[in-house]
């Protein structure tokens, strides 16, 4: 298994959902050639979000082609049916929602079988959330991914609260000598960036600031 302790931070984890969908191979290599060292890819449901995206045959094909972490990030109503054939199509991380299965033995569960499967496992919560309900598994999980905006689409504004989120996501495991490594989603980009590093974001997630301009290098690094 990647161990993502032994990755660099901050990080930035370019998000797909915004790179030009006909050309997605060139896409992961310009965020591999500007320093990234995850690539974020949206799975949509249409279900637990409305829109579709990325499926499996997506992170099939862009495995092989990079050697960054290649994080999945399930915006999908049944993870516990769908998280193995992801680890399978060769993701390093597999991110699932909280509020797709609200229920603690399911989540302990699909962590178990996905840590089997040899990936790291995220869990994420959405804004409304309350940061209280990812207590139980903080000891198990490899990443903690705090969306900064409704899940569903690129391109929106930045929830000024997730900063405290951060600080309140962290007081979870500041006695704990295990610590997820901490990432935020969500209007990302040169203003938002400092403020999340100096709350303790770890991997910056950023869609719209980097895909669809010729300075994307330039942008990725003005993020760190
Ligand atoms: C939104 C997705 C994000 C999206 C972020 O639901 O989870 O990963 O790509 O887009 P930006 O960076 O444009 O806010
Ligand atoms: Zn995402």
Redesign the pocket.
């Given at each position: 298994m990647k161990n993502l302790k032994h990755i660099s931070y901050p990080a930035v984890a370019p998000?797909l959902?915004s790179a030009d969908p006909l050309h997605l191979k060139e896409e992961a290599l310009k965020a591999e050639k500007a320093g990234a060292q995850y690539l974020?890819i949206?799975v949509m449901d249409g279900i637990f979000v409305p829109a579709h995206s990325f499926g499996l045959e997506v992170v099939k094909e862009l495995a092989p082609v990079t050697k960054l972490v290649h994080d999945v990030?399930l915006m999908i109503a049944n993870p516990l049916e769908a998280a193995l054939a992801y680890v399978e199509a060769g993701a390093e991380l597999v991110t699932f929602h909280y509020e797709a299965l609200p229920m603690e033995a399911k989540i302990h569960r699909l962590i178990q079988t996905i840590h089997q499967a040899g990936a790291n496992v995220g869990l994420s919560i959405k804004p409304n959330t309350p940061v209280s309900v990812l207590a139980p598994f903080v000891n198990e999980l490899d990443l903690i991914l705090l969306m900064s905006v409704e899940?569903g689409k690129g391109g929106q504004s930045f929830l000024p609260a997730s900063l405290e989120r951060l600080d309140e996501i962290r007081s979870l495991f500041v006695s704990s000598s295990h610590h997820p490594v901490l990432e935020i989603?969500g209007g990302i980009n040169e203003k938002t960036a400092p403020l999340a590093l100096a709350h303790g974001a770890e991997v910056l997630?950023a869609g719209s600031y980097l895909y669809g301009h010729p300075d994307f290098e330039e942008r990725l690094r003005s993020l760190l």
């Open positions: 998000s959902l974020h949206d990030h899940p989603d997630v």
